[in-house]
Antibody, heavy 119, light 107 residues
Framework: EVQLVESGGGLVQPGGSLRLSCAAS????????LSWVRQAPGKGLEWVAN????????YYVDSVKGRFTISRDNAKNSLYLQMNSLRAEDTAVYYC????????????WGHGTMVTVSS | DIQMTQSPSSLSASVGDRVIITCRAS??????LAWHQQKPGKVPKLLIY???TLQSGVPSRFSGSGSGTDFTLTISGLQPEDVATYYC?????????FGQGTKVEIK
């Protein structure tokens, strides 16, 4: 079964750091672009960052540039999001998503992990 | 950056009604447009990609159209299980912006 499973969420104080992980299974991980998408409580979806297959291209939404870093380990079939200098407005469910092969729409979504930034 | 604007923000319709949701891009994006469905408390699900291609397993009452800046998602015969928020998303570039969502309810 094709699957993405996020982990690493939790409660963190403003200014703190957190590292999210996304473990993939059921497909050739190294062949796909991947993204992180977040959803604040009661709000819509916001694309956060993405990375191409070998990690040489990375892109971020303006609001997280310089604070978040996306990375991947193709040997471990895992995607990561290092989040530093966290703010209250970063509170959200964070999803990882696979880009459809040869195209680009998000065809597989993880179940999400909750990040709460609060003192 | 290209902005994606959906309308309406919410709608209420009867079972069996035809429902149309629109999505407008602030610049042309060819047909690099996807529609996702998110049911309450659930994970988003891809419905349509390339503006009009139905993802495998999606009921045929869902359809998409458009190109350039104006797109529509149509539900032909609304069903109770279609209660959800629908999001358009552009992917003509690496920046994958979503629309703000359209919440669909049953009247």
């Amino acid at each position: 079964e094709v699957q993405l499973v996020e982990s690493g969420g939790g409660l963190v104080q403003p200014g703190g750091s957190l590292r999210l992980s996304c473990a993939a299974s059921g497909f050739t991980f190294s062949s796909y672009w991947l993204s992180w998408v977040r959803q604040a409580p009661g709000k819509g979806l916001e694309w956060v960052a993405n990375m191409e297959q070998d990690g040489s291209e990375k892109y971020y939404v303006d609001s997280v540039k310089g604070r978040f870093t996306i990375s991947r380990d193709n040997a471990k079939n895992s995607l990561y999001l290092q989040m530093n200098s966290l703010r209250a407005e970063d509170t959200a469910v964070y999803y990882c998503a696979r880009h459809r092969d040869g195209e680009g729409a998000f065809d597989i979504w993880g179940h999400g992990t909750m990040v709460t930034v609060s003192s | 950056d290209i902005q994606m604007t959906q309308s309406p923000s919410s709608l209420s319709a009867s079972v069996g009604d035809r429902v149309i949701i629109t999505c407008r891009a602030s610049q042309g994006i060819s047909n690099y447009l996807a529609w996702h469905q998110q049911k309450p408390g659930k994970v988003p699900k891809l419905l349509i990609y390339a503006a009009s291609t139905l993802q495998s397993g999606v009921p045929s009452r869902f359809s998409g159209s458009g190109s350039g800046t104006d797109f529509t998602l149509t539900i032909s015969g609304l069903q109770p299980e279609d209660v959800a928020t629908y999001y358009c998303q552009k992917y003509n570039s690496a920046l994958r912006t979503f629309g703000q969502g359209t919440k669909v309810e049953i009247k």
